[in-house]
């Protein structure tokens, strides 16, 4: 009952113009857009705020690659994995009366059947998510528990974070350090303290002269792993180096996250972590391995271009291309637009 629309469109990126987001050609890998949708839906998320009738949800979903037993898709920033307590997605929809749609849902409408979370980004995170195809598990089919066992001890996750600080730390330049290890316990979700190894690439940064120059924040890129996976791991440790994630607001800085919205373009509900590579060996659910990345999304994109120098940046594509990594992907995803109608 579905149209389906495909076309080819080379060299993409987008960006954000009075709030909304659109399409503009640039230098980014080709895209496939295919509507699964009987009315074209607009190129930004929206409701329908219609109080005498259900909501109509009209959005996109970019999948980056697709298995026989999995998806990996791009989560953007300020949207839900799923709906929980903690995330309070359920109430917001009770008190604003505008339905949240999680990634989840969003992403069992793209493919046209269910799906299982792998693995969790935090709401105001983006970048790739794994997820199992949700008919792989039947008939005594494992695929969902084989993948979060793979990415639990032989996934190696790369994200990339825009923090606070130039890199320098008490006389430590941690841009000179290369690869550096991290072993801090912290607390989950219950307040239980456990042990966390995190690893921390500095690949650029750069001052404001201590304040005096107001044309540029003073800002770093870093790379980050983890062992372990905690809760909120990455950001904690960043912020225990002194140098917190921008736009994190339980374990960032107040005063920081407010002047990057005043001056440097970070959007509403933006941590600015994105996993950018995700890889998984073979298996018997991904036989061919998983290696798949998510180009940097465009508003963390656009605050780079804008507010790092011309060297910052350079420095950073060469520590990128050393890693073997890149700010955008050279694969070809597919944008699908998605119409929910909500309760």
């Known amino acids: 009952m579905f149209s389906f629309l495909a076309c080819s469109v080379r060299s993409w990126t987008t960006s954000?113009?009075?709030g909304n987001l659109k399409a503009a050609l640039n230098r980014h890998p080709s895209v496939r857009l295919l509507s699964?949708?009987?009315?074209?839906p607009s190129t930004t998320d929206s409701t329908d705020n219609n109080t005498d009738g259900p909501f109509l949800f009209n959005g996109t979903v970019a999948i980056l690659e697709k298995g026989d037993h999995y998806v990996v898709v791009d989560k953007p920033s300020g949207v839900v994995c799923h709906h929980?307590?903690?995330?309070?997605?359920?109430?917001?929809?009770?008190?604003?009366?505008?339905?949240?749609?999680?990634?989840?849902?969003r992403a069992r409408e793209a493919v046209g059947e269910r799906?299982?979370?792998i693995h969790r980004l935090d709401r105001g995170a983006s970048g790739c998510l794994l997820l199992s195809l949700a008919k792989s598990d039947e008939n005594g089919g494992n695929v969902t528990a084989i993948l979060q066992d793979t990415m639990m001890k032989r996934t190696t996750k790369t994200y990339l974070a825009l923090v606070r600080g130039e890199g320098i730390l008490k006389g430590r330049n941690f841009r000179k350090e290369g690869w550096f290890r991290v072993d801090r316990p912290i607390k989950d979700e219950v307040g239980t303290l456990k042990n966390a190894t995190s690893y921390f690439r500095f690949i650029a940064g750069q001052d404001n002269a201590n304040g005096t120059l107001i044309d540029r924040p003073r800002a770093s890129l870093v790379l980050a792993r983890i062992e372990t996976g905690r809760w909120h791991q990455i950001r904690k440790h960043l912020n225990g180096l002194s140098h917190p994630i921008i736009g994190d607001s339980s374990h960032g800085n107040s005063k920081t996250n407010r002047?990057?919205?005043e001056r440097w373009g970070l959007i509403p509900e933006r941590t600015c972590l994105h996993?950018?590579?995700?890889?998984?060996?073979?298996?018997?659910?991904?036989?061919?391995?998983?290696?798949?990345?998510?180009?940097?999304a465009p508003d963390i994109m656009h605050m780079l271009q804008n507010h790092f120098l011309p060297d910052v940046l350079e420095e950073a594509l060469t520590s990128l291309r050393e890693e073997g990594l890149s700010l955008e992907s050279s694969q070809e995803s597919t944008v699908v637009k998605i119409q929910l109608e909500l309760p």
């Not at 699964?36 to 074209?40: A, C, D, I, P």
């Not at 996993?275 to 998510?294: D, F, K, N, R």
């Open 84 to 105: 929980s307590d903690w995330s309070g997605s359920r109430k917001r929809k009770r008190l604003d009366r505008q339905p949240e749609v999680p990634i989840l849902q």
């Open 259 to 261: 002047e990057w919205r």
């Open 275 to 296: 996993l950018l590579h995700l890889q998984l060996p073979s298996t018997e659910a991904c036989p061919q391995g998983i290696s798949v990345t998510s180009s940097v």
């Open 36 to 40: 699964v949708s009987t009315t074209v």
């Open 115 to 117: 799906v299982n979370l």
């Open 16 to 18: 954000y113009i009075n």
